[in-house]
């Protein structure tokens, strides 16, 4: 079953916009891990924020966590044509023995 | 550095048919091994986990089977396919302990017709 659910399902802006993504889950995690994928490709982890922290930066990339809301997000500065892709949350749940659980995606497309 | 191969890139298979997809990792020892199936504009569903040789969890019933033969080699496999196997499958890998990112390969793109 998906632990995750990204929000909205599919996200356009314009280059130079920032792009903001949101994923709720349901049970206690370990830590919850952002990847990035592009069509037909591989996933590509982008940054992992553990239980105890609430934010944390990656270059243009800022996530959040809100555990007593179960919730993260995730936002993408200045935004540029090479950032088109789907961004998936996953979550390592405790006891889950880092088996991770992914959810459905958003779908970004950014516009030149 | 690690780098995983995964093979083939893509497979068209007629239903009944066997199948075999592989995974191998270098650079790293130990490794947790992943196969992952995603469908068109889906999330990804975990189908085998794998933290050492001959050791096979397997998430979901279904018809498929996973072995790891080699400490990074990790293999795919059904003796019959259905049309419902035909998606994205996807290996991965992980480094062992807490707080281990997934490195994924490029994935195979399985249609079964």
């Known amino acids: 079953s998906q632990q995750g659910e990204e929000d909205p399902q599919a996200l356009s802006i314009q280059e130079g916009e920032n792009a903001t993504m949101n994923c709720s889950y349901k049970t206690s995690i370990n830590n919850l891990q952002w990847y990035r994928q592009n069509s037909g490709r591989g996933l590509v982890h982008l940054i992992l924020i553990r239980s105890n922290e609430r934010e944390k930066h990656s270059g243009r990339l800022r996530v959040t966590l809100d555990t007593s809301k179960k919730s993260s997000s995730l936002l993408i500065t200045a935004s540029r044509a090479a950032d088109t892709a789907s961004y998936f949350c996953a979550t390592d749940a405790v006891n889950s023995w880092g088996k991770l659980q992914f959810g459905a995606g958003t779908q970004v497309v950014v516009t030149p | 550095s690690q780098t995983i191969h995964q093979w083939p890139a893509t497979l068209v298979q007629p239903v009944g048919s066997p199948l075999s997809l592989e995974c191998t990792v270098e650079g790293t020892s130990n490794p947790n091994l992943y196969w992952y199936r995603q469908a068109a504009g889906r999330g990804l569903q975990l189908l085998f986990y794998s933290v050492g040789i001959g050791q096979i969890s397997s998430e979901v019933p279904q018809n498929l089977s996973a072995s790891r033969p080699q400490d990074r080699q990790f293999i795919l496999s059904s003796k019959k396919l259905l049309l419902s196997d035909s998606g994205f499958y996807l290996c991965?890998?992980?480094?062992?302990?807490?707080?281990?990112?997934?490195?994924f390969g490029n994935g195979t793109r399985l249609t079964v017709t």
């Open positions: 991965a890998w992980s480094e062992r302990g807490g707080d281990s990112p997934l490195h």
